[in-house]
C-alpha cells in the first residue's frame, strides 16, 4: 500500500464511515462475521487515479489485516474498463467500506482528471494553473492533493497562509497602497496579492509593490498589455470565467499564473465499481 499523503487525516476518515456506518450495517448482517471475500476495483470511463490512501485508510479501519493491490499507480491514467485494484479481506469491511471508500476515490479522481485536462491544455506555455478556495467542505486539503495529482498547482491553502486583497479589503482599507502597506506591517514574511479590474488599479498595486496582482476578467488584449506594463514587477495571474476552451489563449498572453475554480467546485465524479469477485 502506498505512504499517506500529509493530507490524509485519519479522524476524518472516522467522521466519513460514521456518517454511513451510524450504529452499524444491517445489510452486512447476513454474512458471517468470519467471512472472508476478494473484490476489484473497475472504471466505467477514463480517469486519473486519486485517492488511493483514502480508499485505504477506509478499509484499514474496519479490517486492518485488508490487503490492497493497485493495478494502476497513482496519478497515473487508465481506461474504461481497466481494472484499479484488488482488494482481499473480512466480507463484512468489503461490504461495509465499499461506499465511504468509491465516495472518496470517485471524487478525488474527479478532481484529477480534470486537473490533467488544464495542465494539457496550457502544456509548453510558461503558465501555472491554480486551483481555488472554492473546494467541497471538509475535503479542501484533499482536493488539492488532487489537484497536483492532475499536474496542476495549488492557490492559497485559506484564509491563513497568504493574503488576497480584493475589493471589499480595498474599500475598507481606503485605497490600494494603504491596504498593501498595512498588509506588509502586519504579515511582512507572507505573499500580498492584490485584485485589480483596470490598469489604473493595476498601476496602483504595482506601485505600493504588491507581489502578485490578479487580474480580475481582463479581455485577452488587456492582458497581454498588462504583462508588459507589469514588465516582471510583479506576478499575474488572471482569473474569471476561464475554461477549457479559452485557457490556451490566456496562457499565451505570457501571464505567470492562470486560477480556475472549476478545477475543484465543477465535480463530476468518476464511475467505479467495487465487485465481490470470489468470496472465501
Not at 131 to 146: C, S, V
Not at 159 to 186: C, F, P, Q, T, W
Request: glycine content about 8%.
Amino acid at each position: 500500500m502506498n505512504r499517506r499523503p500529509v493530507e490524509l487525516n485519519l479522524d476524518d476518515i472516522e467522521r466519513y464511515l460514521s456518517e454511513d456506518l451510524g450504529s452499524g450495517d444491517l445489510t452486512a448482517d447476513i454474512v458471517p462475521a468470519s467471512a472472508s471475500a476478494r473484490a476489484e476495483v473497475i472504471t466505467r470511463e477514463p480517469m486519473v487515479l486519486c485517492g488511493q490512501a483514502w480508499f485505504e485508510a477506509v478499509f484499514q479501519r474496519l479490517d486492518p489485516a485488508v490487503r490492497i493491490f493497485w493495478s494502476v499507480e497513482e496519478g497515473a491514467e487508465a481506461s474504461a474498463g481497466d481494472r484499479l485494484c484488488d482488494i482481499e479481506g473480512n466480507a463484512r469491511a468489503l461490504l461495509s467500506g465499499e461506499r465511504t471508500a468509491l465516495n472518496l476515490l470517485q471524487t478525488l479522481s474527479g478532481t484529477a482528471t480534470v486537473a490533467r485536462l488544464y495542465a494539457r491544455a496550457v502544456a509548453g506555455t510558461r503558465v501555472k494553473v491554480l486551483d481555488t478556495r472554492k473546494t467541497l467542505p471538509g475535503l479542501r486539503l484533499a482536493q488539492k492533493y488532487a489537484v497536483r495529482c492532475g499536474g496542476c498547482h495549488n492557490h492559497r491553502a485559506g484564509l491563513y497562509d497568504a493574503m488576497l486583497i480584493k475589493e471589499n479589503h480595498i474599500a475598507a482599507a481606503g485605497s490600494i497602497g494603504e491596504a498593501v502597506a498595512v498588509a506588509r506591517r502586519l504579515h511582512p514574511d507572507v505573499m500580498i496579492e492584490v485584485e485589480v479590474e483596470n490598469f489604473l488599479e493595476l498601476e496602483q498595486a504595482l506601485a505600493a509593490g504588491a507581489d502578485r496582482i490578479m487580474l480580475d476578467n481582463f479581455e485577452l488584449d488587456a492582458l497581454s498589455k498588462a504583462v508588459a506594463v507589469a514588465a516582471g514587477r510583479a506576478e499575474l495571474e488572471v482569473s474569471g470565467n476561464i475554461d477549457l476552451d479559452s485557457i490556451r489563449a490566456v496562457a499565451e498572453t505570457g501571464v505567470d499564473f492562470i486560477s480556475v475554480g472549476g478545477l475543484t467546485k465543477h465535480l463530476r465524479a468518476i464511475d467505479l465499481s467495487l465487485r465481490i469477485a470470489v468470496p472465501g
